[in-house]
C-alpha cells in the first residue's frame, strides 16, 4: 500500500492549486513533517491522490526543485532535498508591491520551465525577438567586408565609449524623421536596448530607490531592478496604457526615483498610449520631479492605425531619456541600441557605460551605420512591418478558430505580440505550457509579466516568430492543449479552477 501524503487544497480560493501545493510542500518540509531525503510520489499517483490535475503536480515539483527544497533523482524519484531548504537562494527587499522572494523565486522556476521552449523542432511563440527569416544577412556581409577594406584594424579597436562619432550623427538623423530634435552629443551608443536601460537605472538610482512601471510590464527592466537591488511599484495597466489617476495618488505620498514605460506597443499587452494620456504622464513627471524612462524599441513597427508621438518628442523640458534599438527591426545579434538624452544624463551614462564594458562593438557599429546610410533599415523596416500585418492577421484568425469560447485577446496595430487570456474555469498558463510543449509548441507564461503574480490565465504569442501556416498550426495545438487540461480539470474537480 503507497504512502499517503495530507495535502489540503481549497477549490474555492483564488489561489491556483498548484501554487496551495507549493505552499503546504513547503510548510511541511520547514516544519520538520517531511524530513530530508523524504521520497514523495510520482506526479500522477499524487493527483490520483489529492484529486487535482497531474500537471499542477509537475509545476509545483519544477518550482520547489529551483527553489530546492526537492531533488530529482533518474530512475528514483523525488526527493526532499538534504540541504536546508528553508534557506532563501536569493534577498529582495519587498517594497510597495513588490513581490516577495518566495515569488521572485517561483517567477524565476516560471522562467526554468519555459527553457523547454528551445527544444528542436518547437513551433516557438515565446521569444521576444524579430523571425530569423527577417534578418538582412547577405546585406550585412556586405556592410562588414567593406567595414573591413575600408578601415582595416580600426574597425577592431575600442570607441569612444558613448560611441562611433558617425553612427551618433546618424542616429540623430534618423530620430528627427521621428519628431526627436537632438544634437549628436544627446546619443549614447549602447549594447542594445536592454542595456540602454541597465545604463539609465544605474546613472540615476541606488540601491533602496524606488522604479515606477506597469503592471505588466517588460521582463527585462523587473530584471534589471531586481539585479541591482531597485524597488519596484507597480501600476495598473488598461487599454490605454498606465492608470496615471494611481500614479498620481503614488506620486502624492512617495518620491521614486525613475518612471519606466512602453508607449508603444507595449511588451507584453500590445497597447499603444495614446496622445491625451501621454501629454499627462509628462506633466505628472514635470510636477513631481520625476524622469520617465521611454522604451521605444517597438516604435516603428506599426503597420496600421495613426503614428502617435513619442514622449521624447512631445519633452520640452528634459524629463524623458528615450531609448530604443535595432534590435527588433533588423538584427538583434548586432546589439546596437542607443539613449537619447541631456547632457547633465549623458556624461553620467558615459561612465557608467565605460564601467561596464568600455564600448559596444566598433565593427558592429560601424556596420550598422553603413547600412543605414545604404537604405537597408528603411527598406527592411517597411518589409517586415507588410509581413507582420499578415501575420498579426492569421494570429487574430488562429485564436478565433482554435481557442476555447470566453478567451479574450489585444488587436495590436503594430509590434510583435498577441496577449491572450484564457477563462479562468481552465487551467493556468504555466499548467497549459507544460502540456503544450508536449505538443510541439510553446509560448511566454503570463504571470512572469507581473510583480504581484497575477496574470495565471494569460499567455503572450510572439506571431512575428512564425508564418502564417504555422501560427495556425501552433494555435490549433495550444487550444487542444487548453481542451484536453480543461477536459481533465471539470471531470476531476467538479468546479472551477481559479
Known amino acids: 500500500m503507497p504512502q499517503r501524503f495530507h495535502f489540503p487544497v481549497d477549490r474555492d480560493s483564488e489561489e491556483p492549486l498548484y501554487r496551495q501545493l507549493i505552499r503546504q510542500i513547503k510548510t511541511q518540509i520547514d516544519s520538520g513533517q517531511l524530513p530530508a531525503g523524504t521520497r514523495l510520489p510520482a506526479s500522477r499517483e499524487l493527483a490520483e491522490q489529492i484529486n487535482i490535475s497531474r500537471i499542477s503536480v509537475v509545476n509545483a515539483y519544477a518550482e520547489l526543485r529551483a527553489e530546492g527544497y526537492l531533488s530529482a533523482h533518474a530512475g528514483r524519484g523525488t526527493f526532499v532535498a538534504k540541504e536546508g531548504a528553508n534557506t532563501p537562494l536569493r534577498q529582495t527587499t519587498p517594497?510597495?508591491?513588490?513581490?516577495?522572494?518566495?515569488?521572485?523565486?517561483?517567477?524565476?522556476?516560471?522562467?526554468?520551465?519555459?527553457?523547454?521552449?528551445?527544444?528542436?523542432?518547437?513551433?516557438?511563440?515565446?521569444?521576444?525577438?524579430?523571425?530569423?527569416?527577417?534578418?538582412?544577412?547577405?546585406?550585412?556581409?556586405?556592410?562588414?567586408?567593406?567595414?573591413?577594406?575600408?578601415?582595416?584594424?580600426?574597425?577592431?579597436?575600442?570607441?569612444?565609449?558613448?560611441?562611433?562619432?558617425?553612427?551618433?550623427?546618424?542616429?540623430?538623423?534618423?530620430?528627427?524623421?521621428?519628431?526627436?530634435?537632438?544634437?549628436?552629443?544627446?546619443?549614447?551608443?549602447?549594447?542594445?536596448?536592454?542595456?540602454?536601460?541597465?545604463?539609465?537605472?544605474?546613472?540615476?538610482?541606488?540601491?533602496?530607490?524606488?522604479?515606477?512601471?506597469?503592471?505588466?510590464?517588460?521582463?527585462?527592466?523587473?530584471?534589471?531592478?531586481?539585479?541591482?537591488?531597485?524597488?519596484?511599484?507597480?501600476?495598473?495597466?488598461?487599454?490605454?496604457?498606465?492608470?496615471?489617476?494611481?500614479?498620481?495618488?503614488?506620486?502624492?505620498?512617495?518620491?521614486?526615483?525613475?518612471?519606466?514605460?512602453?508607449?508603444?506597443?507595449?511588451?507584453?499587452?500590445?497597447?499603444?498610449?495614446?496622445?491625451?494620456?501621454?501629454?499627462?504622464?509628462?506633466?505628472?513627471?514635470?510636477?513631481?520631479?520625476?524622469?520617465?524612462?521611454?522604451?521605444?524599441?517597438?516604435?516603428?513597427?506599426?503597420?496600421?492605425?495613426?503614428?502617435?508621438?513619442?514622449?521624447?518628442?512631445?519633452?520640452?523640458?528634459?524629463?524623458?531619456?528615450?531609448?530604443?534599438?535595432?534590435?527588433?527591426?533588423?538584427?538583434?545579434?548586432?546589439?546596437?541600441?542607443?539613449?537619447?538624452?541631456?547632457?547633465?544624463?549623458?556624461?553620467?551614462?558615459?561612465?557608467?557605460?565605460?564601467?561596464?564594458?568600455?564600448?559596444?562593438?566598433?565593427?558592429?557599429?560601424?556596420?550598422?551605420?553603413?547600412?543605414?546610410?545604404?537604405?537597408?533599415?528603411?527598406?527592411?523596416?517597411?518589409?517586415?512591418?507588410?509581413?507582420?500585418h499578415k501575420r498579426r492577421d492569421a494570429a487574430i484568425e488562429a485564436a478565433q478558430r482554435h481557442f476555447p469560447e470566453g478567451t479574450t485577446w489585444n488587436h495590436p496595430q503594430g509590434g510583435l505580440y498577441l496577449w491572450v487570456r484564457f477563462p479562468s474555469t481552465g487551467p493556468t498558463s504555466a499548467e497549459m505550457f507544460i502540456n503544450s510543449v508536449q505538443k510541439g509548441v510553446s509560448f511566454a507564461i503570463g504571470n512572469i509579466f507581473y510583480t504581484n503574480n497575477c496574470g495565471n490565465y494569460h499567455i503572450r504569442l510572439n506571431y512575428g516568430l512564425q508564418r502564417p501556416d504555422m501560427i495556425n498550426e501552433g494555435f490549433r495545438r495550444i487550444g487542444q492543449a487548453w481542451e484536453e487540461l480543461g477536459g481533465e480539470y471539470h471531470h476531476m474537480d467538479k468546479s472551477p479552477v481559479l
Open 95 to 388: 517594497h510597495h508591491n513588490q513581490a516577495p522572494d518566495s515569488e521572485a523565486l517561483a517567477d524565476y522556476s516560471l522562467r526554468d520551465m519555459m527553457r523547454l521552449a528551445r527544444k528542436n523542432g518547437m513551433i516557438n511563440f515565446s521569444h521576444g525577438s524579430p523571425p530569423p527569416d527577417f534578418y538582412p544577412i547577405n546585406h550585412l556581409k556586405d556592410a562588414i567586408n567593406h567595414v573591413l577594406e575600408r578601415d582595416g584594424v580600426n574597425a577592431l579597436g575600442y570607441e569612444a565609449p558613448e560611441g562611433y562619432a558617425p553612427l551618433r550623427a546618424t542616429v540623430r538623423d534618423y530620430v528627427s524623421g521621428l519628431g526627436i530634435r537632438c544634437s549628436a552629443e544627446n546619443v549614447l551608443i549602447t549594447g542594445g536596448a536592454q542595456q540602454a536601460i541597465d545604463l539609465v537605472i544605474q546613472s540615476i538610482m541606488n540601491e533602496g530607490d524606488t522604479l515606477v512601471t506597469a503592471n505588466p510590464t517588460y521582463l527585462g527592466v523587473v530584471d534589471i531592478a531586481r539585479a541591482r537591488k531597485v524597488n519596484i511599484y507597480a501600476i495598473p495597466h488598461d487599454e490605454e496604457g498606465m492608470r496615471l489617476d494611481h500614479l498620481e495618488n503614488y506620486l502624492l505620498e512617495n518620491k521614486p526615483r525613475l518612471i519606466y514605460v512602453m508607449p508603444s506597443f507595449h511588451n507584453p499587452t500590445g497597447v499603444v498610449m495614446p496622445l491625451h494620456r501621454r501629454r499627462q504622464l509628462l506633466n505628472l513627471a514635470n510636477e513631481y520631479g520625476v524622469p520617465i524612462l521611454e522604451d521605444a524599441v517597438y516604435h516603428e513597427l506599426r503597420f496600421e492605425g495613426e503614428n502617435v508621438p513619442l514622449l521624447k518628442e512631445l519633452d520640452d523640458r528634459g524629463v524623458v531619456l528615450h531609448v530604443s534599438a535595432f534590435t527588433k527591426i533588423m538584427l538583434p545579434g548586432l546589439r546596437i541600441g542607443y539613449v537619447i538624452a541631456n547632457s547633465h544624463h549623458l556624461d553620467r551614462l558615459s561612465r557608467v557605460k565605460f564601467a561596464a564594458d568600455i564600448s559596444t562593438s566598433g565593427l558592429n557599429q560601424r556596420a550598422m551605420h553603413l547600412m543605414i546610410q545604404r537604405g537597408i533599415l528603411a527598406n527592411q523596416l517597411e518589409r517586415n512591418n507588410r509581413e507582420l
